[in-house]
């Protein structure tokens, strides 16, 4: 199962540089940016690997992935316009993403800061609402751009609300499972699972090592 | 003459009147909220019901589990929980929002204030009655956080309120963002404001209120 979830990974990057490249190539920039961009997000786990040691579940790193090759091939194939529902798909792709990411901050928070202590329904309640204020901010990022540059990133009151409902929908979903999966592991064994005290200490060291070298000056 | 009867006395001997005279404030604050989320209830304005109902269990819960009324909020919190929803049910306000163009915007930086207190009330009682733990930085996060995210919802329940029962919260898109706005810029002021606050709040007076918050007290620790 891991084995595939990687392929699948590979074969998605795979198809955002081929993306990049063919809109290099056919002189067709429009989505270049975004394919960069979107191609470089997804190494960002890899690189933490190799520098911090730090290692992200199987299950997140597809989910990454896969949320942004949707964005990017949506953008590419024109299906955010043909395709009924897609910026629905991808928003409530992105908002689990994000509700995601901020699980394994909140845990590692959780476990390493002294001074805090979150119970698993806070845990809930807590991603719920990051992911909602995410989605907030997210729709006033688009909104300013409009006002701002006269794009037209938001169409109506319905799509705008119909985006924050699919954010709340992919935040529930991941407050719900992320407290269910707590519930089976424990915070510590999942923490662990990230190999987060190896890469605290690599930080740590690194930090000593630069305080160091700019005593010595 | 009760048991009972001589306890409930013993909380007014001693006060001095200046604390009479905030609990007083707090109170009728409490009682203009509750009679408003009453009002909501026979509208069957659901959403408010559900804000009015929240803010009232906070405020109550402490008074309720040290069975002292001088444990009400400080006046100023109550006041501002119950001003939008007050803003909200009365016909005077109607008739400034068709008056002047700034009255919406007023009326939705005062529902961020009620938010964010909202918030920061959660994480005290939530320190105070489970065992959520918070430093400061996180409790503030929070109250930003929550501002934010309620409102999302609230916009959210707002539109399906206009869609399912035929109200008329939300005209416009415009409109939606910029409610949403104004409690991203109330939201990180109350931020400020409530990372202050207990911080500059006179000891003899956080006392009678009994708030504790947990982040003051650093012996705590996991374990």
């Known amino acids: ?217 | 003459m009760g048991e009972k009867e001589r306890v409930a006395t013993s909380h007014f001997s001693g006060r001095r009147p200046d604390q009479l005279l905030e609990a007083q404030l707090s109170w009728i604050a409490s009682l203009v909220l509750f009679f408003s989320t009453v009002y909501a209830v026979l509208k069957v304005d659901i959403l408010w019901v559900v804000f009015g109902i929240a803010a009232i269990c906070l405020y109550v819960l402490p008074i309720v589990t040290m069975r002292n009324p001088f444990r009400a909020l400080p006046w100023e919190m109550t006041m501002l929980l119950s001003a939008p929803l007050l803003l909200h049910i009365s016909a005077g306000a109607r008739s400034m929002n068709e008056r002047f163009a700034w009255w919406d915007d007023l009326t939705s930086l005062a529902f961020a204030f009620s938010l964010a207190t909202i918030g920061f009330l959660l994480t005290v009682e939530l320190q105070m009655y489970t065992d959520v733990r918070m430093n400061r930085p996180f409790a503030i996060f929070f109250v930003v956080m929550f501002t934010l995210g309620a409102s999302g919802f609230w916009e959210v329940g707002e539109y399906v309120d206009d869609r399912v029962f035929g109200s008329n919260f939300l005209n416009s898109n415009n409109d939606a963002m910029t409610t949403l706005l104004w409690t991203l810029i109330g939201g990180i002021l109350m931020g400020f404001v409530y990372d202050l606050y207990l911080r500059v709040m006179p000891k003899k007076r956080l006392s009678t209120f009994g708030l504790i918050h947990f982040y003051e007290v650093s012996k705590w620790r996991k374990g």
């Open chain 1, 1 to 217: 199962m891991e084995e595939r979830l990687k392929l699948a990974s590979r074969a998605m990057q795979a198809g955002m540089l081929s993306i990049a490249v063919a809109g290099l190539v056919t002189a067709n920039y429009t989505w270049l940016p975004a394919s960069v961009l979107s191609l470089f997000i997804s190494v960002i786990p890899s690189i933490l690997r190799r520098d911090l040691d730090l290692v992200l579940p199987v299950e997140l790193n597809f989910w990454i992935v896969f949320a942004l090759f949707l964005h990017v091939i949506g953008g590419f194939s024109g299906f955010y316009d043909n395709v009924p529902g897609w910026d629905h798909l991808t928003h409530a792709m992105s908002a689990s993403l994000i509700a995601a990411l901020g699980f394994v901050v909140v845990v590692s928070v959780d476990k390493y800061v002294e001074s805090i202590h979150l119970p698993q329904p806070f845990l809930a309640l807590f991603i719920i609402m990051f992911t909602m204020a995410f989605g907030v901010l997210w729709e006033l990022m688009e909104f300013s751009n409009d006002q701002l540059t006269g794009s037209r990133l938001q169409y109506d009151l319905n799509d705008t609300m119909v985006d924050m409902m699919f954010d709340a929908f992919g935040g529930f979903i991941v407050g719900i499972a992320g407290a269910h999966y707590l519930a089976r592991t424990t915070p510590e064994h999942f923490v662990d699972s990230l190999r987060a005290e190896g890469a605290k200490e690599k930080i740590s060291r690194f930090l000593e090592k630069r305080a160091r070298s700019k005593g010595g000056k």
